[in-house]
């Protein structure tokens, strides 16, 4: 069998110490993951997935907002420090990739096809997993870090008004990428036995 995509796959990691020195240009990273979104599958090819890449300033800043906004969410002061070193790393990184979902279209397909109203929002939820699992794999591929966070919801409204995002597209997830300047962790995993099963 292949195992390329294995041994790429396996270069994928969260990677949490980023850096600012990315030799790519901002184009050629854009160009690149946005060709890896578009061949990201979707149910009825719907192409739930909207994308914003954020760099420079506009990457600093949301990260400032996600700090600001976390102020209030923090129990100590003791607390908000360390918070403030986490948010610091993030920002750290070269750039952020936003990922949301078109709700619109979502409801248009709730609409269209009431068989599978239940599934649609889920399956546009597997989409994103598509997506971002390509975007982080095809960074790591080419010796960039990146890792997957979660400040959704309670930065969607600063976030819209920040970057100017249409009000039916729901933010899922913040990805902030650059050099790796630590590796990963070592990584565990489940007995396969625990996981797996193979029925003939
Ligand atoms: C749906 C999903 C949500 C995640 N949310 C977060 C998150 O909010 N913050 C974070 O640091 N990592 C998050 N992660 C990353 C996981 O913790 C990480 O992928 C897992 O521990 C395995 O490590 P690896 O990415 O190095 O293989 C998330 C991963 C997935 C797939």
Redesign the pocket.
């Known amino acids: 069998m292949n195992t390329e995509v294995l041994d790429e796959l396996k270069k ?3 990677i ?1 110490a980023l850096g600012k020195d990315v030799k790519q240009s901002d184009d050629e990273i854009v160009d690149l993951l946005e060709n890896v979104i578009e061949e990201s599958p979707s149910s009825f090819n719907s192409q739930t997935n909207r994308v914003v890449f954020l760099f420079g300033d506009k990457h600093d800043q949301l990260w400032d907002i996600v700090v600001k906004r976390l102020k209030s969410e923090v129990p100590t002061e003791a607390a908000y420090e360390k918070t403030k070193a986490k948010i610091a790393a993030f920002k750290a990184a070269y750039g952020t990739i936003l990922y949301f979902t078109d709700t619109d279209v979502v409801k248009k397909l709730e609409h269209d096809f009431p068989l599978y109203a239940d599934n649609f929002y889920d399956w546009s939820e597997q989409s994103q ?1 598509n997506a ?1 699992l390509e975007v982080w794999t095809t960074l790591a591929t080419n010796g960039l870090g990146a ?4 400040y959704n919801p309670i930065i969607d409204d600063q976030v819209r008004a920040a970057f100017d995002i249409p009000a039916n597209w729901r933010l899922r ?1 913040q990805m902030p990428f650059g050099s790796i300047e630590k590796p ?1 962790g070592e ?1 565990t995993y489940l007995d396969k036995a625990s996981r797996f099963k193979v029925l003939k």
Do not use: D
């Open positions: 994928r990691r969260s949490y997993g971002q890792n997957l966070q979660h997830a990963a990584k």
